[in-house]
């Protein structure tokens, strides 16, 4: 089967580092979307692409996060500086299109001390 | 986002027991998914509604589209200890930007 491919899978940073998490979308797949779960809010849309173009993240705090996709086969999402309050996991998703539904990543486990 | 109510939030259920879990919301969707969540691991998609109204199953799951486009439920027949995880609904908005808005999911654990 098809996956979406996270790296890293754990991540364990101090305060003020960056941190870039990094996501391989389905081949074909022309929309990616970021989200963060915690206990506390469960799963939060951060932002999301579509054929690369960044199309909304109004739910990052955009002065510490960024999210790119290079090309088609890689998505990121850094945090710069970090900040124990980033502690999730986040994960990627992709879709073929706008309307089908989305697959997930495994998520990467940031933990920021 | 749109708010999902899903409900119960957890459930104790013994192995071979049928299950059901609900959602609903203020909101009508054009889609409504629902996933299962495994320990580590990212969402799986199970069903996906796309019609009012819709029933559809997919092995021991069955799940239906409310009338209204506001509701869904998700039944689980004959459970087995691997049904063990958490259940998300989730309904995408037919808007420009198809944003999917999660509940926040049923986790459900099996007596053996």
């Known amino acids: 089967d098809a996956r979406v491919t996270q790296t890293p899978r754990h991540k364990v940073t101090e305060m003020g580092q960056e941190v870039t998490m990094r996501c391989q979308p389905i081949l074909g797949h022309n929309t990616v979307f970021w989200y963060r779960q ?25 002065d510490r996060f960024s999210a790119e996709m290079p ?43 | ?14 192995e071979g027991e049928d ?12 889609t409504w998914l629902w996933y299962k969540q495994d320990p580590g691991e990212g969402p799986v998609l199970l069903i996906a509604l ?10 021991r799951l069955t799940a239906q589209f409310g009338i209204t486009r506001k509701d869904s439920f998700l ?17 995408q908005l037919q808007t420009a930007d198809y944003k999917l808005s999660f509940g926040a999911g049923t986790t459900v654990t099996v007596r053996a």
Not at chain 1, 101 to 111: A, E, K, Q
């Open chain 1, 38 to 62: 915690t206990m506390m809010q469960g799963l939060e849309l951060l932002a999301y692409f579509r054929n690369r173009a960044p199309l909304d993240d109004s739910g990052m705090p955009k």
């Open chain 2, 50 to 59: 796309y019609k009012a109204g819709e029933l559809t199953s997919n092995g």
């Open chain 1, 71 to 113: 090309d088609a086969t890689l998505a990121t999402l850094k945090i710069q500086p970090s900040e124990p309050r980033d502690s999730a996991v986040y994960f990627c998703a992709s879709g073929l299109n706008f309307a089908s539904p989305l697959h997930f990543g495994n998520g990467t486990r940031l933990t920021v001390t």
């Open chain 2, 1 to 14: 986002g749109q708010q999902l109510n899903q409900s119960p939030q957890s459930m104790f259920i013994q």
């Open chain 2, 19 to 30: 299950v059901s879990m609900n959602c609903t919301s203020s909101s009508i969707f054009n």
């Open chain 2, 75 to 91: 039944n689980i027949s004959a459970s087995i200890p691997s049904d063990v995880g958490i259940y998300f609904c989730a309904g």
